[in-house]
Each structure stands twice: as structure tokens, then as C-alpha cells.
């Protein structure tokens, strides 16, 4: 069974600009989570996704947003970026079942400069 | 506000040594709590979880310790091999709801 992947591996971007970030959930999966990995905060959550809808929500500024298509595929957009936004995202798919485990793609590098 | 706090933040074990990790929580709703474990250029990948109506849980190597009093739990790793560097993660939820990571412990095992 395929993984969850995670495009592009890499992105620079400069501040002011926006950017998509691509996550492929593995077969099966109805929820995708995002979160925000830096040095300083470990991992912070973004938002959850379920069936298309928006299940959870962490608390992160508007201009992080997200969606999740019927495929169950997801996308997550942040605009007009900030230096403090580069870091590492992580895409997480589950069953989305109380304790279903998190299967983590090996994450998307932003660097705004 | 930060509903798991980890310690410490990095650790060096010898081989052969008890790696231990220790996470406490606020939240009394939380009654899930994995441990997932990430090597560098990886993400995160589930190691080993406890619910709370037990106090212990081994697989293999890999032991939760679980305090509800004083909500703490915590990762022992017995014979600690250089495999097991990696930077490990507690976290916690409830339900449905968001799982909240704790800010992560760097594991060296040195030979």
C-alpha cells in the first residue's frame, strides 16, 4: 500500500507571495490533517479534514487555509507569506475513527525569503 | 498554550543503556496517548500508544509507563541501540479531536 505523498518535497518562495502545498492520503483514508513542524515548536496543528469537510481546527492565522477534494486528496494554501511560515508541513492521513493512527508523509520544505 | 510538555529536549544514551522520555499533560479529557518516533528527512511515524485504563505497555524494546494521578506518562527504550536515534514525539487527544504533540526529545545513542 502506497504511502501518503507529500509534493513538492521542496519550495522557496518570497515573503508576500502564496503558496499550494499537495498531499495524497494512503487508500482508504478519509481524514488528512496538516501541521507546521519548526525547531522551536515542534509540530503545530493546522487543521483536519474529514469527508471534505473541516473537522478541526488549530490556531493558525486565516491566511492558512486548506480543502480537501472527493478523492479525499488535500491541498493546504498559505498566502501572503511570512518569513516565520518557512518551516517543514506535514500531511497526516487516517481512518478518522477515534485512535486511528496518523500516517505521516515525509513533509513539504518551505523557505521564505 | 501547551497541553503536553516534554522532557528533555535532547538526550544521549550509551548502547545497551534505558533511553527514558518523560511527557505530563493538563488536559483530563485526553484519553490517547501514542508516541511516534522520526528520523531525519522522515516524518513522524506511530511507535507505540496507551489508553488509560492501563498503567503499562511493552512491544519489544519499547515500554509506556502510564500515571493518570499525576498525569504523566512516559517512553522507556530497554538496550538502547544506535537504530534508536531518532527524534521521538508524546502526544495526546481525545476523541475526535486534534492530537496535540509534545515539542519532541532528540535521542543519541552513542557506541
Known amino acids: ?89 506535514l500531511c497526516a492521513s487516517s481512518l478518522g475513527q477515534v485512535n486511528s493512527p496518523l500516517h505521516f508523509g515525509n513533509g513539504t520544505r518551505l523557505t521564505v525569503t | 498554550q501547551q497541553q503536553v510538555k516534554q522532557s528533555p529536549q535532547s538526550l544521549i544514551v550509551q548502547k545497551g543503556g534505558i533511553s527514558i522520555i518523560n511527557c505530563a499533560y493538563e488536559n483530563t479529557a485526553f484519553d490517547y496517548f501514542p508516541w511516534y518516533q522520526q528520523f531525519p528527512g522522515k516524518g513522524p511515524a506511530l511507535l507505540i500508544a496507551i489508553r488509560p485504563d492501563v498503567s503499562e505497555k511493552k512491544e519489544g524494546r519499547f515500554t509506556i509507563s502510564f500515571n493518570k494521578s499525576a498525569k504523566q506518562f512516559s517512553l522507556h527504550i530497554m538496550d538502547s541501540q544506535p537504530g534508536d536515534s531518532a527524534t521521538y514525539f508524546c502526544a495526546a487527544n481525545f476523541g475526535n479531536e486534534k492530537l496535540t504533540f509534545g515539542t519532541g526529545t532528540r535521542l543519541t545513542i552513542i557506541p
Open chain 1, 1 to 89: 500500500k502506497a504511502g501518503v505523498t507529500q509534493t513538492p518535497r521542496y519550495l522557496i518562495k518570497t515573503r508576500g507571495q502564496q503558496v499550494t502545498l499537495s498531499c495524497s492520503p494512503i487508500s482508504g483514508h478519509r481524514s488528512v490533517s496538516w501541521y507546521q513542524q519548526t525547531p522551536g515548536q515542534g509540530l503545530q496543528f493546522l487543521f483536519e479534514y474529514f469527508s471534505e469537510t473541516q473537522r478541526n481546527k488549530g490556531n493558525f492565522p486565516g491566511r492558512f487555509s486548506g480543502r480537501q477534494f472527493s478523492n479525499s486528496r488535500s491541498e493546504m494554501n498559505v498566502s501572503t507569506l511570512e518569513l516565520g511560515d518557512s518551516a517543514l508541513y
